[in-house]
């Protein structure tokens, strides 16, 4: 309840105390402050779970481009995957090209979307980095595949559509993707995630399977 011409609010308890502190600015900012901390405290748990459930595979896409800024974050979100002996075998193209898009569209069966997606990010792995011996040589392709999920994750909780579509271990994907963005040898695309903001309402899939699990006692 607010009285005419008090900016301040009453409060059944502690009336007194609650009067002081929030008739006073100073207090009132510190006060405001230290709820805000224990929200953020307890938000992110639950935050992570819901992007977790409600990410879903977005193929349409609105007229709208996405914002450098958002992009940034989404390969900052990427970069902070697990990568196998810190190797960090990941290299990001970010393609907003009109002329590129529509090649990749035209060559790559299962990214069509990609002739009306603003950009799109390929994922791709340096498999020279950390000189792998034969047992590590995949590596990269775990590596970035983890990198991928980030990338997912980070642009539902920003109100973007993705979608992975596979390139490797496609042998003519990856050769239409490499002479796209005339990558070298040794460069492997995984995949291209059409970005953009969503131009429908999609819905997250239920996957939940408790038949798949198996405790080991």
Not at 79 to 104: C, E, H, K
Not at 147 to 174: C, D, H, I, K, M
Request: glycine share 4%; hydrophobic share 45%; charged share 20%.
């Amino acid at each position: 309840m607010q009285e005419s011409g008090n900016p301040c609010i009453f409060i059944p308890y502690q009336r007194d105390l609650a009067m002081k502190t929030l008739c006073n600015p100073g207090m009132l900012l510190l006060l405001i402050m230290l709820t805000n901390t224990g929200i953020m405290s307890q938000q992110p748990a639950q935050d992570v779970f819901t992007v977790i459930h409600n990410r879903k595979s977005v193929r349409q896409y609105a007229d709208k481009p996405v914002e450098n800024e958002k992009v940034e974050t989404l390969l900052k979100a990427a970069m902070a995957a697990p990568t196998a002996r810190n190797i960090q075998p990941w290299l990001f193209y970010v393609i907003t090209s009109r002329q590129v898009l529509d090649q990749l569209a035209a060559d790559l069966p299962y990214a069509k979307m990609l002739a009306h997606a603003p950009m799109a990010i390929v994922v791709a792995g340096d498999t020279h980095k950390g000189n792998p011996n034969q047992e590590q040589k995949l590596n990269w392709a775990l590596d970035c595949s983890a990198a991928t999920q980030n990338l997912l994750l980070a642009a539902e909780a920003l109100g973007l559509g993705a979608v992975w579509t596979g390139v490797f271990p496609y042998s003519q994907r990856v050769e239409a993707v490499s002479q796209a963005l005339e990558l070298p040898a040794h460069i492997i695309p995984l995949n291209v995630i059409p970005v953009g903001y969503p131009a429908s309402d999609e819905q997250p899939k239920d996957k939940w399977d408790p038949e798949k699990i198996r405790w080991i006692d």
